[in-house]
């Protein structure tokens, strides 16, 4: 059964720093590209980063780029989101999601419960 | 502000047929595959359509897509209780170089 497991949420204070984890299960995660996706609470979904199987190519959304770093280690399948110099508006929940085997930008065809960032002082 | 404009909601009585649009640009549906996800409350989000229509395992063949030019559209048909729920596309920008969702759509159920 495939499986994201995201961690690392809770409260930071604006400016801050926090890394997201997501642990992968039940599939070969060293073959599939990797997304994280947020919603604000009550907004739409928004994605905000991608990362190819091997690491060659990443993605960033223009509203993260430049404080947001992702990564993966295929040797422990997890995916991580470090994310810097926290804003009001980056409160959100965070899913981690799998790309279809298409690659990215293709479609997320599984997706973890989600972890909550919250960004406040 | 998302590149990709659907309407804010859209309603049926069960059995019925609902269709969701999607509007972009060339640099995004104009020449890439659309995607569909439904989200139900409190739920992360399920991917319905992908791949030119094709649907993952589990999701009833009710769900199509379809894309003209750079507009695109889910079609629900059959509409039943449990398709009460938020609805979005996406597709890949290739301006933007990154993934964009559209603004959602909530489906009511009368």
């Known amino acids: 059964e495939v499986q994201l497991v995201e961690s690392g949420g809770g409260l930071v204070e604006p400016g801050g720093s926090l890394r997201l984890s997501c642990a992968a299960s039940?599939?070969?995660?060293?073959?599939?590209?990797i997304s994280w996706v947020r919603q604000a609470p009550g907004k739409g979904l928004e994605w905000v980063s991608s990362?190819?199987?091997?690491?060659?190519?990443?993605y960033y959304a223009d509203s993260v780029k430049g404080r947001f770093t992702i990564s993966r280690d295929n040797a422990k399948n997890s995916l991580y989101l470090q994310m810097n110099s926290l804003r009001a508006e980056d409160t959100a929940v965070y899913y981690c999601?799998?790309?279809?085997?298409?690659?990215?930008?293709?479609?997320?065809?599984?997706w973890g419960q989600g972890t909550l960032v919250t960004v406040s002082s | 502000q998302s590149v990709l404009t659907q309407p804010p909601s859209a309603s049926g009585t069960p059995g019925q047929r609902v269709t969701i649009s999607c509007s972009g640009s060339?640099?995004?549906?104009?020449?890439?595959?659309v995607n569909w996800y439904q989200q139900l409350p409190g739920t992360a989000p399920k991917l319905l359509i992908y791949?030119?229509?094709q649907r993952p395992s589990g999701v009833p063949d009710r769900f199509s897509g379809s894309k003209s030019g750079t507009s695109a559209s889910l079609a629900i048909s059959g509409l039943q209780s449990e398709d009460e729920a938020d609805y979005y596309c996406?597709?890949?920008?290739?301006?933007?170089?990154?993934?964009?969702f559209g603004t959602g759509t909530k489906v009511t159920v009368l």
């Open positions: 999601a799998r790309d279809t085997r298409y690659g990215s930008g293709s479609g997320s065809d599984y």
């Open positions: 990362i190819t199987a091997s690491s060659s190519y990443i």
């Open positions: 791949n030119h229509n």
């Open positions: 060339s640099s995004n549906i104009g020449s890439n595959t």
């Open positions: 039940g599939f070969t995660f060293s073959s599939y590209s």
């Open positions: 996406a597709a890949w920008d290739d301006s933007l170089n990154t993934y964009v």
